[in-house]
């Protein structure tokens, strides 16, 4: 009997190792987080190429969509962080620069029924589909968010759905999410856990386009070099840590 069980216990190791590992990967990066000012980069970050995109005092970097001013209402910085005021109409907010290959991070938390979004490879040529959305909502208290998994949170919303198991927390909690685009290749990222892949052009893309609402708007679902878009659905939302990485092209 002894012989069996010592026979066994590497293998059960590695299966308690494997569940595991996502966890220790999340609380890793959470208390790294914690450790860390808000809006700042460790001497490995800016070794590595990380710039922020929000230094936490100013829209500095941002302006409106389709407009060369920052916003006027709708979106305050305070202590540190950047808030999507709710019901008041500011308008979607992109990056001054254009990104094409990158690695994006960002922190958002949003109220209980609360919807937004970020959105990347924005153009201002299509203001009816400007670029492809991180969805970032409450998945089961949004109207939206009940219409099924493409529009919820971590989906390529209205195109591709995110993996079934994501590690989404509740709203009022903050999230950590991730887009990775390189080449062709594209990973969202939730709370340090991959949770989409897909290839820009592919068949499986272009299938999810022709079933959505952006259907007609040309050439989205494809490579563009563009813009970084943080959205306006008047519902209030809290963004912090917003980091980006250029890659080379792949």
Known sequence: MLFHITMKTPALSRNCFAVLLPTLVTLLAIAASAAQPLNTLTDAEKAA?????????????????????????????EDGLLKKLPKQRGGDIITETKFEDFDLTWEW??????????????????PSAPGHEYQMIDDDGHP???LGAKRQTASFYEVLAPAADKPLKP???????????????????????????YELGSEAVKAGVASSKFKNAPGFGTKIKGHI???????????????IRELPAK
Request: glycine letters at 12%; hydrophobic letters at 35%; one cysteine or more.
């Open 49 to 77: 190429g990380w710039k922020l995109l929000f230094d936490g005092r100013s829209l500095q970097g941002w302006r409106l969509y389709n407009k060369k001013a920052a916003p006027e209402s709708g979106w305050k910085v």
């Open 109 to 126: 938390r949003i109220t209980a029924g609360g919807n937004n979004g970020v959105k990347y490879l924005v153009t201002e040529e299509r």
């Open 144 to 146: 939206d968010g009940k």
């Open 171 to 197: 709203p009022g909690e903050w999230n950590s999410s991730r887009v990775l685009l390189q080449g062709n290749h594209v990973e969202h990222w939730l709370n340090g856990v991959k949770v989409l892949e």
């Open 229 to 243: 878009m943080l959205t306006d659905h008047q519902d209030e939302c809290w963004f912090r840590n917003i980091k």
